[in-house]
């Protein structure tokens, strides 16, 4: 019983690390689209600008600790850009 605890607590720390480094993995494909030419060309300016804002509130989660935000928000631009990963 106390091993597949320690597992499972072990397993749950690392699953949440692993989560967390996915946030600077996907800041740098949104930056990779939007530096380059890249967006497909039926993204319009205001949504365009919506993605811009949701990379920047998903990086400034990242840094404060919420992952699963951060996640979210960098998902949701990924997608608004049409972004496969």
């Known amino acids: 019983m106390k091993t ?12 949440g690390s692993a989560w967390a480094h996915s946030c600077p993995r996907l800041m740098a494909e949104i930056d990779a689209v ?24 998903g990086e400034r989660y990242h840094e404060q600790g919420d992952h699963d935000r951060s996640m979210e928000a960098l998902e949701q631009a990924m997608e608004l850009l049409a972004v496969d990963h």
């Not at 597949?4 to 699953?15: E, H, K, S």
């Not at 030419?37 to 919506?50: F, G, I, K």
């Open 4 to 15: 597949q605890l320690a597992v499972l607590l072990f397993t749950l720390v690392f699953a």
């Open 34 to 57: 939007l530096e380059g030419d890249h967006v497909e060309s039926h993204v319009e300016a205001d949504v365009l600008e919506q993605a811009k804002q949701l990379r920047a509130d």
